[in-house]
């Protein structure tokens, strides 16, 4: 129920699982539940200064969700065509649409814009196209040296010992979701890492 209420809040539409163009490496639609996005823009992290780019943006909730809440300016960034169009299609109606922007791009190669300092991942892609993501995200830090947080929801094993084994990313806390969902599932969670530290 609390799915709808947002959306109706937000003025948009983004629930619902989508396949399309989904294959092994590029993983289905499937949007992050408010009560999860709830956590984390209560956290702290996010604020009205910040810039958070959505990997896997799909129809939009996670950056309509945040710039509502927060205030922070959001980029959404998908490769399917379809639901790229229809996250344009939210905006046009969204409450916070003026502070979002969506780019049709593929993460492996999307240069991140110098005004990003948080970076949000729900699984979006495998691992050989986390690692390219991450490379340009580190490229995009070595031009203009600031503290990126990185936030993973519900984050795989294999997910979990590449970004653990980067000496670059410090561990920064884990925001806790298992309580939200019936069955204690240890992968309810929002891991945090930085990269570079805060001025």
Request: glycine share 8%; aromatic share 14%; charged share 30%.
């Amino acid at each position: 129920m609390k799915e709808d209420s947002w959306d109706r809040l937000l003025r948009i539409r983004t629930s619902g699982r989508d396949d399309t163009g989904s294959d092994q490496y590029k993983y289905p639609y499937e949007p992050t539940p408010y009560s999860v996005l709830e956590r984390l823009g209560n956290s702290g992290e996010i604020g009205k200064n910040n810039t958070v780019l959505d990997y896997g943006c799909g129809k939009g909730r996670v950056d309509f969700f945040l710039s509502y809440q927060t205030g922070c300016r959001s980029v959404g960034i998908e490769y399917n065509e379809r639901i790229y169009h229809i996250a344009l299609k939210n905006k046009e109606k969204a409450s916070s649409g003026r502070k979002t922007t969506f780019e049709l791009a593929d993460a492996a190669v999307y240069q991140v814009p110098a005004e990003i300092d948080r970076c949000f991942f729900f699984n979006p892609f495998c691992i050989d196209i986390l690692k390219k993501t991450m490379a340009r995200i580190l490229e995009s830090y070595y031009e203009n040296l600031r503290e990126i947080r990185l936030y993973f929801y519900y984050p795989s094993e294999e997910y979990m010992q590449y970004l653990t084994e980067m000496d670059v990313l410090d561990i920064r806390g884990c925001i806790n979701c298992r309580d939200l969902f019936p069955g204690e599932n240890n992968r309810e969670k929002i891991l945090i890492f930085s990269i570079g530290q805060s001025k």
